[in-house]
């Protein structure tokens, strides 16, 4: 059972790269999808990006100019890296991974983070 | 890129209703349609994948239908634990698109 742990810091100030990892057990990350999602406070859940394994990754189109999404496999970890945030960014940030069709997806509990001065 | 319109976005219903949730595609995506439920707070939870495949554990009452684009969510007898909000999500050509929620409140 894989299980999925967000970490990072809680309070990023505006202009600055929000930075998050996420720490995989229970599996290796050798295949599979895994992304990001997140979720402001009180809206809906907003696709980041996918990384598939092999490298490939793909972003949302209105956040693809500010996005990058690594994966360090000898330490299972997936890393988040949203540049020159806004209070707008401000939200609950989920690691996820998946199989092609969905049938198996695991959550991290997700890690909000804020953008303030 | 694809949108998803999801309607509506809130509704009120009793227990033992029957509630339809529709998602509607930009564009085509075949069956690549996820449907989730999130309860304040919590993680989303994954109740169809591939359209119309309930994951196992669900709640019979709750079935997905539709391919191409249009999709529907359809819960038979409205449970008090099934008061939460639901999306839709797409993944077709390597692109994932939220619908936009719909939230089913207590009439």
């Known amino acids: 059972q894989l299980q999925l742990q967000e970490s990072g810091p809680g309070l990023v100030k505006p202009s600055e790269t929000l930075s998050l990892t996420c720490t995989v057990s229970?599996?290796?990350?050798?295949?599979?999808?895994w992304g990001w999602i997140r979720q402001p406070p009180g809206k809906g859940l907003e696709w980041i990006g996918t990384?598939?394994?092999?490298?490939?990754?793909y972003y949302s189109p209105s956040l693809k100019s500010r996005v990058t999404i690594s994966a360090d496999t000898s330490k299972n970890q997936l890393s988040l890296n949203l540049s020159f945030v806004t209070a707008a960014d401000t939200a609950v940030y989920y690691c996820v991974t998946h199989t092609w069709n969905f049938a198996s997806d695991y959550w991290g509990q997700g890690t909000l983070v804020t953008v303030s001065s | 890129d694809i949108q998803m319109t999801q309607s509506p976005s809130a509704m009120s219903a009793s227990v033992g209703d029957r509630v339809t949730i529709t998602c509607r595609a930009s564009?085509?995506?075949?069956?690549?349609l996820v449907w989730f439920q999130q309860k304040p707070g919590k993680v989303p939870k994954r109740l169809i994948f591939?359209?119309?495949s309930l994951q196992s554990g669900v709640p019979s009452r709750f079935s997905g239908s539709g391919s191409g684009t249009e999709f529907t969510l359809t819960i038979n007898s409205l449970q008090p634990e099934d008061f939460a909000t639901y999306y839709c999500l797409q993944h077709h050509n390597y692109q994932w698109t939220f619908g936009q929620g719909t939230k089913v409140e207590v009439k």
């Open positions: 564009q085509g995506v075949g069956d690549h």
């Open positions: 229970g599996g290796s990350m050798s295949s599979n999808y």
């Open positions: 591939a359209a119309s």
């Open positions: 990384l598939y394994s092999g490298g490939r990754t």
